[in-house]
């Protein structure tokens, strides 16, 4: 493809200049590809608005929120949430959740399981996929399907945690509750919609994988392991507020974070069998830090953070297994969260600033809580593709441009769960005719209880 | 052998499938690596968390990237 001038015969050379382009635009595709790409960069680049004011704001704007981001929510949020995604994918026994899943299981009972089981199972759609169609075609059938996989992206650990702390502790509820209750509902409307259909189906293959694989560590050890790490995301991330009680744990905020910190090191020591030297030396160095730095709690939390993911390496088996989860969701999702806050920030600009998109653009589409503005942030939404938690900043940014409460839960509800490429793959495993079902059931679910959210939240 | 590496081509399974050429490698047997993409077949062999290796048409791992040493030894038992 190096080859720049055809080795054309002379005669051949004496033909038009046109016809000779053209055999040099045949005879070079790719390279002619690379060069349209060029040019194009390089039109964008020099017609590129700097120096506007808007432009230059907007730019601005971009490294502004992913300062934000980098100062309030990593350290304390996403680091420990990565830990504990980390964690259930190893100590978690899917195989228990599993079972409800199973031809066998009762259908109300797989409906409920499957509606909340993506806060344990799945983190990003690439994996929910797989366990979709295992519960549809060899599991529980359609209905349960439908219902995991509507709430898997939804409520998982991650997207509950930075909701929470990105938008607030009432959307990050709300879109928790609403995934839960939606994915019921879309569940039970598949089930009756589809039910000759699914009596019809029998499961015909071997149901290996919904065998119980249970772990050896008791039950009562594992819901403590997780009791306490969560406790101490939650305390760690307390923000301040008017109510005395909640107030009142926002001043012991740390004192308590460090007293469940303690009972985690306890636990890592006596149950999970972990070195009393090496865990004692890292609890000894992050209660220097946060006592010598009483100002910056992070740098404490910080340490005892990677403290925690170094000592997992260092153990063999499911340690090292904890490590390399965690590992990869780090490395999975933070360069596409960096990306997605820098672009939200541009496009969109911090909360209570401007980006490149005015805000009466915003708040003309999706303020206030018409049923339109619900309904176009629904479409807009499950059209989009978001990458694992990008659309929080999205959401964010359009927030502080004036959207509504009710179109942002929305756009929440129906953003995840549904995007083009993820449609393309449901279509494949249950045809077109039920995945525009589904598509239409979130479209006009989202669109509701946005609009209900929206008319009680203000 | 057969080896089959499961998974929709994310960088887990491509990680898996050279860990698995290594082994065999490594074991000096003669070998096949096929990939399988296509979701409705992974999805009929029972597979539930990709990327997954099976040998010889049996899943023999699933939902994890084990390293050449784990999976040598998976082999070494099957030989």
């Known amino acids: ?458 | 052998m057969k080896l089959q590496i499961l998974g929709s081509g994310c960088s887990k399974c491509a990680k898996l499938a050279t860990n698995a050429e290594a082994a065999a490698q490594a074991l000096g047997v003669s070998y096949e690596l096929e990939k399988i993409t296509d979701i409705n077949a992974i999805i009929d062999s029972g597979v539930m968390h990709t990327p997954a290796l099976a040998i010889d048409g049996e899943v023999l791992l699933e939902g994890k990237v084990a390293t050449a040493e784990e999976i040598q030894s998976l082999l070494g038992a099957k030989c």
């Open chain 1, 1 to 458: 493809m190096s080859r720049i001038i055809p080795a054309d015969s002379p005669a051949k050379m004496s033909n038009g200049w046109r016809s000779r382009l053209r055999a040099l635009w045949k005879e070079n595709r790719t390279e002619g590809r690379v060069l349209l790409t060029i040019s194009a960069v390089f039109l964008a680049i020099y017609f590129m608005p700097v120096g506007t004011m808007r432009f230059d704001n907007a730019l601005l704007e971009g490294v502004y929120l992913v300062h934000w981001y980098a100062q309030e929510h990593v350290i304390l949020c996403l680091l420990p949430a990565f830990l504990i995604a980390g964690a259930m994918a190893v100590y978690l026994s899917q195989g228990a959740v599993m079972r409800f899943l199973g031809p066998s299981a009762p259908k109300p009972v797989a409906l409920g399981v499957a509606s909340v089981s993506g806060i344990l199972l799945a983190v990003c759609s690439c994996t929910v996929l797989p366990l979709f169609g295992g519960i549809y075609r060899r599991g529980a059938g359609l209905g349960p399907a439908m219902a995991f996989l509507y709430s898997g992206p939804a409520i998982n650990i991650l997207a509950i945690v930075i909701t929470a702390k990105v938008l607030g502790a009432e959307l990050g509820l709300a879109r928790a509750i609403g995934a839960i209750v939606f994915a019921i509902v879309i569940g039970v409307i598949m089930h009756l919609l589809y039910r000759r259909e699914e009596a019809s189906r029998a499961a015909s293959q071997p149901n290996r994988a919904f065998d119980s694989n249970d772990n050896d560590r008791p039950l009562a050890d594992t819901v403590i392991f997780f009791t306490l790490m969560v406790g101490m995301l939650v305390f760690a991330n307390w923000a301040a507020a008017d109510s005395g009680v909640w107030h009142l744990i926002y001043t012991w905020k740390w004192p308590l974070t460090a007293l469940l910190g303690g009972g985690f090191a306890l636990l890592l020591v006596s149950r999970w069998g972990w070195s009393v030297g090496r865990v004692l030396a890292l609890a000894v160095t992050v209660a220097v830090l946060a006592l010598l730095f009483p100002r910056t709690p992070q740098l404490a939390f910080a340490v005892a953070v990677v403290g925690i993911a170094t000592l997992a390496a260092l153990q063999p088996g499911a340690g090292q297994e904890w490590f390399s989860q965690s590992w990869d969701f780090t490395k999975q999702i933070l360069p596409l969260l960096l990306i997605g806050v820098l672009v939200a920030g541009f496009l969109l600009g911090r909360p209570g600033y401007e980006g490149i998109i005015p805000s009466p653009w915003v708040d003309a589409a999706v303020g206030g809580n018409s049923l339109l503005a619900n309904l176009l942030a629904s479409v807009l939404g499950a059209f989009m593709y978001f990458a694992t938690l990008t659309e929080v900043p999205i959401v964010q940014g359009l927030l502080g441009a004036g959207m509504g409460k009710g179109p942002a839960l929305a756009l929440l509800l129906a953003g995840p769960a549904l995007s083009l490429p993820n449609m393309l793959v449901i279509r494949s495993i249950i045809g077109t005719e039920k995945t525009v079902v589904y598509c239409a059931l979130v479209v006009v679910m989202a669109t509701f209880s946005g609009f209900i959210y929206g008319a009680f939240g203000s």
